[in-house]
């Protein structure tokens, strides 16, 4: 395969990509040292907003128009390599993850944490890591930012969580991700390995193994090192049992966030496995599908069942994420296009009613539905959040999830027919019940117990509103204008749906290349 790659000083005057990487880390590093809680406050807020400006001047630099890797840098030294880069497959996940963080740090303005340094610095190491992670071209460089996400995760959990025994579920949760931790790297070693075994030098660089990928030996061992590794951490039935765990008794603000980092592993799915190891990927994918549908099912059915609305929400999770893994093995630029946007949707609108419940909690210090009710007339803002939201999940028309499903499911009837796309809009309707029975309950029916009182330091209706009309804003104008997003998706979810079918007929033949591109041959 042939990759096209753009570098960085074609179309900018600094390194774009380290600079987005740096800025949150380099805020961390100041929070960390100053000694006032205002002062760290300001810093956080400070390099969120530079973090978001530069994250949309990345989008307004991209050249959707041109397949292949944009804006790439590389670095050799002591055998070691630097590689970053981006195009359609990655690129929208950093302005979402500059908008959540922005949110979170107001967010942190209406609850307890705001004058903790601790939680905002590890707020910010959060969105640094992860940005990294996105934009990273060196398997053990998305490897080690993957290592490095733990930290701010124990941390934030230990210090500013819920719940009596959060020790013992942070052990539980390491186990999962160490576990996931493990199989990649040993995929990933694999991968390198196997091309000083087709006279190639030992090598994590991205754009070589995709090069000299024709002729890896064992290739089934390294697809299920990766696939169990990345499905671990998505999560995907039946390997989610850490999720609800962590969503139940970490926090909001972190959960914004860390939402976006479960796509992570989507992510890795079309960076790591669908260009490296095809073949192995499209003869898997229909035990992929099974274990897809099971997460669907299984997720929405244990979500009708919880009491707890942060638990509902990560079955909510688990059954998303069943949807986005049979669109990533459909091999075809229907299903590709439709799972990426759906995950950019996905993750704004969890994140969203994440806030919601998040403010709810900061109003009535609990998360059990029974002992909730009747707070749409006390809470219109938050109950606007929470429905909007939903509704993006449901993939209603008006939505960016609407366009995003109908091309996902278009590429699923192409195939494998109608079966599985019948089996996935049954899942959206029980989504549906268990979504709009919970707003119900929330919102809608009788107080269960009478509401703590509310405190206007802490619960500042401006501040939710900003929340609400930023998330409401994005979601709905998204919704009705989804073609430019999907224009950044399509080339790069052609390229590597136009290689597919291996095991079938033959693909369609290649397009056209551009000159003004250095090619990697």
Same mark, same amino acid.
């Given at each position: 395969?042939?990759?096209?790659?753009?570098?960085?000083?074609?179309?900018?005057?600094?390194?774009?990509?380290?600079?987005?990487?740096?800025?949150?880390?380099?805020?961390?590093? &100041?929070?960390?040292?100053?000694?006032?809680?205002?002062?760290?406050?300001?810093?956080?807020?400070?390099?969120? /907003?530079?973090?978001?400006?530069?994250?949309?001047?990345?989008?307004?630099?991209?050249?959707?128009?041109?397949?292949?890797?944009?804006?790439?840098?590389?670095?050799?030294?002591?055998?070691?390599?630097?590689?970053?880069?981006?195009?359609?497959?990655?690129?929208?996940?950093?302005?979402?993850?500059?908008?959540?963080?922005?949110?979170?740090?107001?967010?942190?303005?209406?609850?307890?944490?705001?004058?903790?340094?601790?939680?905002?610095?590890?707020?910010?190491?959060?969105?640094?890591?992860?940005?990294?992670?996105?934009?990273?071209?060196?398997?053990?460089?998305?490897?080690?930012?993957?290592?490095?996400?733990?930290?701010?995760?124990?941390?934030?959990?230990?210090?500013?969580?819920?719940?009596?025994?959060?020790?013992?579920?942070?052990?539980?949760?390491?186990?999962?991700?160490?576990?996931?931790?493990?199989?990649?790297?040993?995929?990933?070693?694999?991968?390198?390995?196997?091309?000083?075994?087709?006279?190639?030098?030992?090598?994590?660089?991205?754009?070589?193994?995709?090069?000299?990928?024709?002729?890896?030996? #064992?290739?089934?061992?390294?697809?299920?090192?990766?696939?169990?590794?990345? &499905? /671990?951490?998505?999560?995907?039935?039946?390997?989610?049992?850490?999720?609800?765990?962590?969503?139940?008794?970490?926090?909001?603000?972190?959960?914004?966030?860390?939402?976006?980092?479960?796509?992570?592993?989507?992510?890795?799915? /079309?960076?790591?496995?669908?260009?490296?190891?095809?073949?192995?990927?499209?003869?898997?994918?229909?035990?992929?599908?099974?274990?897809?549908?099971?997460?669907?099912?299984?997720?929405?059915?244990?979500?009708?069942?919880?009491?707890?609305?942060?638990?509902?929400?990560?079955?909510?999770?688990?059954? #998303?994420?069943?949807?986005?893994?049979?669109?990533?093995?459909?091999?075809?630029?229907?299903?590709?296009?439709?799972?990426?946007?759906?995950?950019?949707?996905?993750?704004?609108?969890?994140?969203?009613?994440?806030?919601?419940?998040?403010?709810?909690?900061?109003?009535?210090?609990?998360?059990?539905?029974?002992?909730?009710?009747?707070?749409?007339?006390?809470?219109?803002?938050?109950?606007?959040?929470?429905?909007?939201?939903?509704?993006?999940?449901?993939?209603?028309?008006?939505?960016?999830?609407?366009?995003?499903?109908?091309?996902?499911?278009?590429?699923?009837?192409?195939?494998?027919?109608?079966?599985?796309?019948?089996? /996935?809009?049954?899942?959206?309707?029980?989504?549906?019940?268990?979504?709009?029975?919970?707003?119900?309950?929330?919102?809608?029916?009788?107080?269960?117990?009478?509401?703590?009182?509310?405190?206007?330091?802490?619960?500042?209706?401006?501040?939710?509103?900003?929340?609400?009309?930023?998330?409401?804003?994005?979601?709905?104008?998204?919704?009705?204008?989804?073609?430019?997003?999907?224009?950044?998706?399509?080339?790069?979810?052609?390229?590597?749906?136009?290689?597919?079918?291996?095991?079938?007929?033959?693909?369609?033949?290649?397009?056209?290349?551009?000159?003004?591109?250095?090619?990697?041959?």
């Amino acid at each position: 395969m042939t990759t096209l790659i753009s570098h960085w000083s074609e179309s900018t005057s600094f390194p774009l990509l380290t600079t987005l990487t740096l800025v949150p880390l380099v805020t961390m590093g &100041a929070i960390l040292l100053t000694r006032s809680a205002l002062n760290a406050l300001r810093l956080a807020f400070g390099g969120a /907003i530079l973090t978001l400006l530069l994250s949309i001047y990345l989008l307004s630099v991209f050249n959707a128009g041109m397949p292949g890797l944009h804006l790439v840098e590389q670095l050799h030294f002591a055998g070691l390599s630097y590689s970053v880069g981006v195009d359609g497959a990655n690129i929208l996940f950093v302005p979402l993850l500059a908008t959540l963080t922005l949110l979170a740090l107001i967010y942190t303005l209406i609850t307890r944490h705001v004058t903790d340094r601790i939680f905002i610095a590890c707020l910010m190491a959060y969105e640094g890591i992860l940005i990294g992670a996105f934009v990273a071209l060196n398997l053990l460089q998305f490897w080690l930012w993957s290592l490095l996400e733990c930290v701010p995760m124990i941390l934030l959990t230990l210090y500013a969580g819920t719940g009596q025994n959060r020790r013992w579920i942070l052990a539980k949760v390491m186990q999962y991700w160490l576990s996931s931790l493990v199989m990649l790297l040993a995929g990933f070693v694999l991968l390198a390995l196997g091309l000083s075994e087709v006279n190639q030098t030992f090598s994590f660089d991205w754009l070589t193994l995709k090069q000299h990928n024709a002729h890896l030996p #064992h290739e089934t061992l390294i697809f299920l090192l990766l696939f169990l590794g990345l &499905a /671990i951490r998505m999560p995907l039935f039946p390997f989610h049992g850490w999720l609800p765990l962590l969503m139940e008794h970490g926090t909001v603000a972190s959960a914004a966030i860390f939402l976006v980092g479960l796509k992570l592993s989507i992510y890795g799915v /079309i960076r790591f496995i669908l260009p490296l190891v095809p073949e192995v990927a499209e003869a898997w994918a229909g035990f992929v599908a099974i274990l897809g549908i099971l997460s669907i099912f299984y997720g929405a059915l244990l979500a009708l069942l919880q009491i707890n609305i942060r638990r509902l929400l990560a079955f909510a999770v688990l059954s #998303h994420t069943g949807m986005l893994v049979i669109g990533m093995f459909c091999f075809n630029d229907f299903g590709l296009e439709g799972g990426l946007l759906l995950c950019i949707a996905y993750g704004l609108a969890t994140a969203g009613m994440l806030f919601s419940v998040g403010l709810i909690y900061e109003r009535t210090r609990t998360a059990y539905i029974p002992r909730l009710g009747g707070l749409f007339d006390s809470n219109s803002t938050i109950a606007l959040l929470f429905l909007i939201s939903a509704l993006s999940t449901m993939v209603m028309p008006g939505t960016p999830g609407f366009d995003a499903a109908h091309l996902l499911l278009e590429g699923i009837i192409e195939r494998d027919g109608w079966w599985i796309a019948i089996a /996935i809009l049954v899942g959206n309707v029980l989504a549906a019940a268990f979504l709009l029975r919970a707003f119900q309950q929330l919102f809608i029916t009788a107080r269960h117990r009478a509401l703590q009182p509310i405190n206007s330091l802490y619960h500042p209706v401006v501040t939710e509103r900003m929340i609400t009309l930023v998330i409401c804003g994005l979601l709905i104008g998204i919704g009705f204008y989804t073609t430019p997003w999907l224009n950044i998706i399509d080339q790069d979810a052609a390229t590597i749906g136009k290689h597919y079918p291996i095991l079938g007929p033959q693909p369609l033949p290649d397009h056209p290349s551009s000159e003004s591109h250095q090619q990697v041959e």
